[in-house]
């Protein structure tokens, strides 16, 4: 059997295993959730198996829709390779994090005016902050790599 296929069935049973464990830990979320209200930390853990459930069922589901048909999937990864391609999901990144900074800026602003509770106020500006330190580790990371 070759490389690829091996990887590839190795990957699709990790999408299977993720789509039972995510599951798994949404019912059980939602149980707790039933039988002892809102609690932060039960929540945080439902968003994060819902975003590994969606994610790995889109792979499951491109898997089956793409399972005969080779031609298929050839135009799936040039289209995905291409140049111009690549550079359009780079300018879009770009401008996606340009608009967020000032959606958030303006929600600080918001807030403030508001007289919202300081900790909200701070929560925002500390995404504002993140954001920026992760565009400029990511800014170097490719300035060295390319």
Request: net charge positive; with cysteine.
């Amino acid at each position: 059997m070759r490389r690829e296929t091996r990887l590839k069935i190795k990957s699709q049973i990790r999408d299977y295993i993720l789509v039972g464990l995510s599951t798994s830990i949404m019912m059980g979320c939602l149980v707790l959730i039933k039988l002892y209200g809102r609690n932060i930390g039960v929540i945080i853990l439902l968003v994060a198996a819902l975003l590994i459930f969606g994610n790995s069922t889109g792979n499951v589901l491109r898997g089956y829709a793409l399972k005969d048909a080779a031609e298929e999937k050839k135009k799936i990864d040039i289209e995905i390779k291409d140049e111009r391609n690549t550079f359009i999901r780079e300018k879009a990144g770009a401008k996606t994090n340009y608009f967020m900074l000032h959606i958030n800026s303006i929600t600080i602003l918001i807030l403030a005016f508001m007289n919202a509770e300081l900790w909200v106020v701070c929560l925002f500006g500390a995404l504002i902050f993140v954001q920026g330190i992760i565009s400029i580790f990511t800014y170097n990371y490719y300035v060295k790599r390319y």
